[in-house]
């Protein structure tokens, strides 16, 4: 029976995948190539560092240590600039609808991301408080297919591995879930995320039914 609720952050509580996207596409460009989506759907769930090895190698560039640290710092730079713009109307569709019904359940939640700017994007959408704990690209040291994220936010919030679930866009962090012995929810195309035990487009398909049967609130 679910006992807790983990969350990744971007791509499944906001719609920040297509910001990291355009501030990748705009550093390929700069370095003189292309990048698009198709290629993007490897970067989600994955570590900033590790984002721009791929790139690199998409791009056949090397870099020296120095400039590589230099487009890590430039690419979150334009990333928080439009970060910097996000309120409320960001948070996406029925997010809002599932958080409330588990909060006035008390049932507890969790944050589990790669990403650093994890907690000041929830708090320019207001969602801080709904989370009993925050994990995210801070706190680990092994970036998502590994479990650890997932784990660390079952621990802190005090329950058992197998009695959580997670809500996932990427195909990494449904692996991650699956690896922690969760049941995994895949938010986003079914056709990339067909490791995922359950598939929904979005979470207006997620209705209050289902995460009743999921815990027998
Ligand atoms: C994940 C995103 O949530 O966070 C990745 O899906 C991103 O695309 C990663 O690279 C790290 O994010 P940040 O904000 O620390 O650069
Ligand atoms: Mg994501």
């Known amino acids: 029976m679910i006992k807790g609720f983990i969350f990744d952050l971007d791509g499944v509580i906001v719609d920040t995948a297509k910001y990291h996207y355009l501030a990748w596409k705009k550093l390929a460009n700069e370095l003189g190539f292309q990048f698009n989506e198709e290629q993007n759907e490897a970067f989600k769930g994955v570590s900033r560092k590790r984002c721009l090895e791929i790139l690199l190698d998409l791009g056949g560039?090397?870099?020296?240590?120095?400039?590589?640290?230099?487009?890590?710092?430039?690419?979150?730079?334009?990333?928080?600039?439009?970060?910097?713009?996000?309120?409320?109307?960001?948070?996406?569709?029925?997010?809002?609808?599932?958080?409330?019904?588990?909060?006035?359940?008390?049932?507890?939640?969790?944050l589990g991301s790669a990403s650093k700017n994890a907690i000041p994007i929830l708090r320019k959408v207001g969602l801080l408080s709904y989370f009993k704990v925050v994990v995210d690209g801070n706190n680990v040291t092994k970036a998502k297919p590994d479990?650890?994220?997932?784990?660390?936010?079952?621990?802190?919030?005090?329950?058992?591995?197998?009695?959580?679930?997670?809500?996932?866009?990427?195909?990494?962090g449904i692996q991650a879930a699956n690896s922690a012995g969760m049941t995994s929810i895949g938010i986003g195309d079914t056709?990339?995320?067909?490791?995922?035990?359950?598939?929904?487009?979005?979470?207006?398909?997620?209705?209050?039914?289902?995460?009743?049967?999921?815990?027998?609130?």
């Open 61 to 110: 560039v090397k870099a020296t240590q120095e400039q590589f640290d230099h487009w890590m710092i430039e690419k979150n730079e334009d990333y928080l600039r439009y970060i910097e713009k996000m309120d409320v109307s960001e948070i996406l569709p029925d997010v809002p609808k599932i958080l409330d019904f588990l909060k006035a359940n008390h049932i507890p939640m969790a």
């Open 147 to 172: 479990p650890e994220v997932f784990l660390l936010a079952a621990k802190d919030i005090g329950v058992d591995p197998t009695d959580c679930v997670v809500f996932e866009d990427a195909l990494a």
């Open 191 to 217: 056709t990339i995320l067909t490791d995922a035990q359950y598939n929904f487009n979005n979470f207006t398909e997620i209705s209050t039914d289902f995460i009743k049967q999921l815990t027998t609130i």
